[in-house]
């Protein structure tokens, strides 16, 4: 299988009823009280975690991160490309230094604050290699995980138009992309993380 096929099959897949958070306040409030829309409606895509709260790889518990994801067929395939736009804003990110160009600029400021939330919002195309690619910040429940833990940064999402995302939960996950994941969880363990 390839993530190609793990991606259609993930379309394809029943859509479980999931229901919404009303634990979380502020802007991530909209973003999971729109859960069950999500899970019923949103496009399945391929997303990149770049950013993460600490809890989230422990599976202390569920937390906020950002990711980034395309609408773009051609990460259908390759959702380890998005690695290299996502690895350019984590750098950013903790950059002490403003950048000079306007695009690094403006996305280094959107994302400088880890308590600054956003939605769908484009990453500048200088720094996508001209694909288009949003960055979104998403509410991660660790009940939704397979591991009950972040292991990878790669993982499907549900995304709908207004740039609100949400993982897929891992109950719909076909068995390839679980045993990746499985993988994984046992590299991190193997290596002291």
């Given at each position: 299988m390839t993530y190609?096929?793990?991606?259609?099959?993930?379309?394809?897949?029943?859509?479980?009823?999931v229901a919404p958070l009303t634990e979380v306040q502020g802007a991530l409030g909209e973003?999971?009280?729109?859960?069950?829309?999500?899970?019923?409606?949103?496009?399945?895509?391929?997303?990149?975690?770049f950013m993460a709260n600490d809890a989230l790889w422990t599976g202390k518990r569920s937390a906020p991160a950002a990711v980034i994801y395309s609408r773009d067929p051609w990460f259908d395939r390759y959702p380890h490309e998005l690695a290299?736009?996502?690895?350019?804003?984590?750098?950013?990110?903790?950059?002490?230094?403003r950048p000079v160009a306007p695009h690094a600029r403006y996305t280094?400021?959107?994302h400088r604050s880890g308590h600054v939330?956003?939605?769908?919002q484009p990453i500048p195309a200088e720094m996508t290699g001209g694909r288009v690619v949003c960055s979104s910040s998403v509410w991660v429940r660790l009940s939704d995980l397979p591991s009950r833990r972040l292991v990878s940064r790669v993982l499907p999402l549900w995304v709908d138009g207004d740039g609100y995302v949400m993982p897929v939960v891992g109950s719909v996950w076909p068995q390839w992309v679980l045993?990746?994941?499985?993988?994984?969880d046992s590299d991190a363990s193997t290596d002291g993380s």
């Open positions: 190609l096929d793990a991606i259609r099959e993930l379309r394809e897949a029943p859509r479980p009823a973003q999971v009280r729109r859960r069950p829309t999500l899970a019923a409606q949103g496009e399945v895509r391929w997303g990149f975690v290299n736009t996502g690895d350019r804003l984590l750098d950013l990110f903790g950059s002490t230094h280094s400021d959107l939330r956003s939605f769908g045993d990746r994941w499985a993988a994984s």
